[in-house]
Each structure stands twice: as structure tokens, then as C-alpha cells.
């Protein structure tokens, strides 16, 4: 298909029954005509598996962290463009197709990414906080991995393999986050050609339970990431995160979100495990 290379979408999984079916089901919708589904999966204990089988996804077994799992990704995709999703992400239907439109231009598209649900506490403060942080999108810096706080999913491969050879192997197996901010690190300084898309993709906000759980994990796998050369670069540098803005009550509601997730962190860093 000649005028519509092969996108390979990469999803690593962990136990996702509940999420992935959606994540899955946007992939399905998608109009661009060629993309290959690969789901790479740290021994999910449920119906994780299963489901991606249903939806004809590639299923790969992955025995390392997130950012093994991604790396397994990119090794086993085979199209040019390669695309990091998460399994509570939802791609808009036209979002690929409008992605590979923009390669000529650019080496990594930035997806735009808005809440899926706003409904309860947590979910609210988080669909506050993408309001915040959109209203900086694609404006002077935002793209910039040590300012700004997006990042890329859509890239061209060979950019993502020149990133992870850049990336100390040691580290591959065992880090969980920040796995996405690395591998944009290494990829930026490789190429500056960094696009956006509006209205592209959309976060299934977590609830309470998922936020404690999530955040406390990934705090808790930092430890061995701050003893690297990433260390300093991540605490001093990069900004990923949301800040304080207008409108005046989506602006408080992020700090408070802010608030929550940092307390949550402290106690992972602090006393948590990342297994």
C-alpha cells in the first residue's frame, strides 16, 4: 500500500480488562486503512490478553518494565511509523490518518490530549488540568522536552531506534516512568521537527483507587532512574506536569490535583516498591 504505509500502534499492558477494550475499539475505528496492532503485555494476571485477541492485536509477552515494553514494541513493529498508546488512551477516528499527513513536515507529531471522562472528584481535577495545560499547546517551548510539558506518540522509526540505542541499556528493563519523557529526550536531540495535532487522543481519567496505585508505583521506580544520568536532567529540567492557569477554578483544581499526586509520590519514593 504504497500510499499508506503500515502504522504499527504499540500498547503496553498490565492487568488492563477494564480500559483496554476502548483503547482497542479506537484503534478499530480508525480510517486510516493500515495499521498493525501490537500489544505488549508484562503477564497480565486477567482477561487482558484475551481481550487484545479479540481485537486481532499481536500480542507479545514482555518480561522487562514500561519502557522494555516499549522498546519490545518498536523491535517487533515492521512499519515506518510507530505509535506509543497506552491502554487508557483513546485514539480519535481520524487522528492516524491525520498524523501520516503531517510526516512530510515533521520526524514526531505531539497528540493533543483531552479527557474521555470528567465525571466524580478525581476524573474533574484531571479534566481540569488537561483544560490548563492545552492552552499552552503549540505555543514557543511547550514542545521542548526540557520546558514544556507534551510529549510525541507519533514517530517516524527510525528516530526511535536512534533514541533507544541512546538509552543506557541497563536502564531498559527496570524503568517504569518516567519512560516516555526518556525516550522524547533522546529523540528530540536527534531531530527538533516536532508537529501537533489537535483533538487527538483522550485519557480514561482514573479514579481514586487507580490514581493512588499508578502514581505510587511510579514514584517508587524513580529511585533507580535518580542514580542515572537522567537523574538531574528529570528533576531540574523537565517540566512534565501541569501548572497553575486561567480560568481561575480549572486553575485551582490542577493544584489541587497537584497537590494530591506529589503527596502520593512522596510516599512511593519514600517507602514504596516498584515491583
Known sequence: MGNTPLVSITIPSYNSEKVIPFCLEGVAKQTYPNIET????????????????????????????LLAARYLGLKESKGPYVVLVDTDQILEPTAIE????????????????????????????????????????????????????????FFKREILEKAFAAIPQELIPGTIHPDHAIIYYESYKISQRVGGLRNAIYDIEPDWRKLWQTRYRYAASLRSVKKSYYGNLLRNKMGFGPCFGRPVVAGLQTLLLVVIIKVIEWMGYFGGSAS
Open 98 to 153: 491525520r498524523a501520516v499527513g503531517m510526516m512530510d513536515d515533521y520526524d514526531m507529531v505531539v497528540f493533543e490530549i483531552q479527557s474521555y471522562n470528567t465525571e466524580w472528584f478525581i476524573p474533574k481535577l484531571h479534566g481540569a488540568s488537561k483544560q490548563i495545560t492545552n492552552a499552552r499547546f503549540g505555543k514557543p517551548g511547550a514542545f521542548d522536552p526540557t520546558r514544556g510539558p507534551f510529549l510525541p506518540r
Open 38 to 65: 501490537l500489544v505488549i503485555d508484562s503477564h497480565s494476571a486477567d482477561r487482558t490478553r484475551d481481550i487484545a485477541a479479540n481485537y486481532k492485536a499481536r500480542i507479545i509477552e514482555c518480561d522487562g518494565k
